[in-house]
């Protein structure tokens, strides 16, 4: 999980020394970019593909290691539930990727404070409140998928395929439920019930 920190501190050494950063026409937020501007929203949801991309490879390894047969003897034969095996696994992941976040957001606003100029408070606490939870979502899928099919290759792209579709699905339920034809107002509560629990890209996009 080091290489998350380490990415974001090299992207944003590169965009220091090599790219442009300007304050978006709105004065509130930046532009950013080599020989192209995008703007600083576009660029931050660039970084969440590539931080889920690395943190669903690294934060299920854990408790993945710990399901192997000799290593999970071991720890089952200790006076510890199967339960508070997997929260204290969860508990870690959580802390982990809220300090990280953390670390991305001081990093980001660094860069743009002293290149830009301004300070997008609210990017950065959607940035913050978000992507914890939207990792929190491709690890319980992970290890979900795990401990049913007990490979962690498959167990990773199936999470990295569901977790952005189910997204998608409950944030759009209205259109869905009207595309298919069913209108339901207790489903449509369901939907937009889960919406909550796994967070969309699109609509923290909304949101910045």
Do not use: C
């Amino acid at each position: 999980m080091w290489a998350w920190p380490i990415l974001i501190t090299i992207i944003a050494v590169a965009m220091a020394v090599w790219g442009i950063i300007e304050p978006a026409p709105n004065g509130s937020s930046f532009v950013i970019g080599l020989n192209v501007k995008i703007p600083g929203s576009v660029f931050v949801m660039q970084l969440v593909s590539l931080i889920t991309l690395i943190s669903i490879i690294g934060l299920p390894t854990h408790f993945s290691k710990n399901i192997e047969a000799d290593r999970a003897a071991l720890i089952l034969s200790k006076p510890i539930s199967r339960t508070d095996l997997f929260l204290s696994d969860y508990a870690a992941m959580l802390v982990v990727s809220l300090f990280y976040t953390f670390i991305t957001i001081v990093i980001l606003a660094v860069l743009v404070g002293f290149e830009a100029g301004v300070l997008p408070v609210q990017m950065f606490l959607t940035f913050l409140v978000f992507l914890p939870l939207y990792l929190l979502g491709f690890y319980i899928a992970i290890l979900f998928f795990l401990i049913i099919t007990n490979s962690y290759l498959g167990s990773v792209l199936l999470g990295y395929i569901l977790i952005p579709l189910l997204s998608s699905l409950f944030l759009n339920a209205e259109n869905v439920l009207g595309f298919i034809g069913f209108s339901s107002a207790t489903m449509q509560t369901i939907l937009d019930f889960f919406s909550y629990l796994i967070p969309s890209v699109t609509g923290m996009e909304k949101i910045m």
